[in-house]
Each structure stands twice: as C-alpha cells, then as structure tokens.
C-alpha cells in the first residue's frame, strides 16, 4: 500500500473552458465532461463554418424541435428507418431519352 499522494486523480475540482473565437464558458466537474463539452464545442464551431447562414438557420430550427422533445426525435428516426423508403428516381437530367 502506497501512501503516494495521486495529484492526478485528485486535481480535479472543477475547469472551465473559455472559447476563444466565441467567448463561451462551459464548466464541467469532471475531466471527461469537459472534454465532451470542449469536443462538442469545437465541433459546433466546425459545422457552423461550413454552413451558410440560411443552412444555419435550417439546422437551428431542426435541433431546436429536436432539444425541446428528443423522444420526438427519436421517434422520427424510428419511423424513418422502418418506412419503405420509395425508390429514388433516376436523375431526369440523365442523358437517356433526352436524345430525340
Ligand atoms: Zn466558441
């Protein structure tokens, strides 16, 4: 038995992570929130800078749906992925029949 004091493990408390770009705060208590919360932090910056701002704002109405009832969600996919989906149909801009 090691009476070895384990800074590693008790050196958490609290952290805050401070954005840089937007200047958000997110506070976790634990090590791994804070990487999930830094992780989707920076993932949510990454999406937002391939969106335009129209696609951005599609996509903030669709999660906002989404956050304010996730069964809701849930129960979308459900029912996404037991429909048969209808067979899409071939792009009419393909060349055949275009030829007279
Ligand atoms: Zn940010």
């Known amino acids: 038995m090691s009476a070895a004091s384990s800074t590693t493990q008790q050196g ?22 804070y990487l999930q919360a830094v992780g989707a932090h920076r993932d949510a910056h990454a999406v937002w800078d391939r969106l335009n701002p129209i696609e951005r704002d599609g996509l903030a109405s669709i999660l906002r749906v989404l956050l304010a009832d996730v ?30």
Not at 14 to 26: E, K, L, V
Not at 72 to 83: I, K, N, P, T, V
Not at 86 to 94: D, E, F, G, K, Q
């Open 12 to 33: 958490w408390d609290q952290a805050t992570f401070s954005c840089g770009r937007c200047g958000a705060n997110r506070t976790a208590t634990k090590e791994a929130d």
């Open 71 to 100: 069964g809701f969600g849930r129960e979308f996919l459900a029912l996404m992925d037991s429909q048969p989906q209808p067979t899409t149909r071939p792009n009419p801009t393909t060349p055949e029949g275009a030829t007279p």
